[in-house]
């Protein structure tokens, strides 16, 4: 499988007839602009190995919030391996990067403009599991060890650089309901260590010890119509803050 795009999308004000728009995202009539690209890629080069391959990188650029302009851009790539030991096992690990800077500027007069911020974030995660098929009931165990790391700056601000590390261990397992539904359990345990200013750092970093738990039931009903209901709690215990608990019910029909 293989899969390349590219998007490319702009919005002027007072557009002239002259075909320009794949020239420049920050021409002076240019109030919103983006590109990207993107390659997909899945290949078996052997009997018992998989491999998936994915890069994307984009830019856009928007001017029409409080008259500022707001720069972002991206460069992600991962790699996912996974080779089938066993009919019932297997064995797999992934690499992941994202790099990313946004620039904030404030549109003065005569088109000028003043940065206000310039922020780039550096992220690497690096991660192995193991899954188990060991019956139509069960139909999935897996157990996954994770390591990430982040580094956040601000070129403007004489503060350090952010840095973060997180060590996380999750299990999860998948129950069937004579395929009328499924029942998932998830369970995190990470910790994690900084260095620098938090407020940078990424939203879902937590210092210390941590633990997330997810129980989810989906089951679907034969009516009138097909309706599915589904079920979700979910649970995040920290050292630093309260514990967070979240409950969500929904019931969709297809008619």
Same mark, same amino acid.
């Given at each position: 499988?293989?899969?390349?795009?590219?998007?490319?999308?702009?919005?002027?004000?007072?557009?002239?007839?002259?075909?320009?728009?794949?020239?420049?995202?920050?021409?002076?009539?240019?109030?919103?602009?983006?590109? +990207?690209?993107?390659? /997909?890629?899945?290949?078996?080069?052997?009997? !018992?190995? %998989? #491999?998936?391959?994915? =890069? &994307?990188?984009?830019?856009?650029?928007?001017?029409?919030?409080?008259?500022?302009?707001?720069?972002?851009?991206?460069? +992600?790539?991962?790699? /996912?391996?996974?080779?089938?030991?066993?009919? !019932?096992? %297997? #064995?797999?690990?992934? =690499? &992941?990067?994202?790099?990313?800077?946004?620039?904030?500027?404030?549109?003065?007069?005569?088109?000028?403009?003043?940065?206000?911020?310039?922020?780039?974030?550096?992220?690497?995660?690096?991660?192995?599991?193991?899954?188990?098929?060991?019956?139509?009931?069960?139909?999935?165990?897996?157990?996954?060890?994770?390591?990430?790391?982040?580094?956040?700056?601000?070129?403007?601000?004489?503060?350090?650089?952010?840095?973060?590390?997180?060590?996380?261990?999750?299990?999860?397992?998948?129950?069937?309901?004579?395929?009328?539904?499924?029942?998932?359990?998830?369970?995190?345990?990470?910790?994690?260590?900084?260095?620098?200013?938090?407020?940078?750092?990424?939203?879902?970093?937590?210092?210390?010890?941590?633990?997330?738990?997810?129980?989810?039931?989906?089951?679907?009903?034969?009516?009138?119509?097909?309706?599915?209901?589904?079920?979700?709690?979910?649970?995040?215990?920290?050292?630093?803050?309260?514990?967070?608990?979240?409950?969500?019910?929904?019931?969709?029909?297809?008619?």
């Amino acid at each position: 499988m293989l899969e390349i795009g590219v998007r490319i999308s702009e919005e002027q004000e007072r557009a002239s007839r002259g075909f320009y728009l794949l020239q420049d995202l920050q021409t002076d009539k240019t109030i919103y602009g983006l590109r +990207r690209y993107w390659y /997909r890629t899945q290949l078996s080069p052997m009997k !018992r190995l %998989s #491999l998936m391959a994915n =890069w &994307e990188a984009g830019r856009t650029i928007n001017k029409r919030v409080n008259s500022r302009s707001r720069e972002f851009i991206s460069d +992600r790539w991962s790699v /996912r391996l996974e080779s089938p030991l066993t009919t !019932r096992f %297997s #064995l797999g690990g992934e =690499w &992941e990067q994202d790099n990313s800077s946004e620039t904030v500027s404030s549109l003065l007069a005569a088109g000028e403009s003043g940065i206000i911020s310039d922020i780039s974030e550096r992220q690497r995660s690096r991660s192995l599991f193991l899954r188990y098929h060991p019956s139509k009931t069960m139909s999935r165990l897996k157990l996954e060890g994770a390591y990430e790391t982040e580094r956040d700056e601000d070129a403007l601000s004489d503060e350090p650089p952010v840095f973060t590390r997180t060590y996380s261990l999750v299990s999860e397992a998948t129950w069937n309901f004579r395929n009328k539904g499924t029942v998932i359990t998830k369970y995190q345990i990470a910790r994690g260590t900084s260095s620098g200013d938090l407020p940078f750092a990424r939203y879902d970093f937590h210092e210390g010890i941590s633990h997330n738990i997810r129980f989810q039931i989906n089951y679907r009903l034969k009516w009138f119509t097909d309706v599915t209901a589904r079920f979700i709690y979910r649970a995040e215990i920290t050292e630093q803050e309260k514990p967070d608990h979240r409950l969500e019910m929904e019931m969709t029909a297809n008619f």
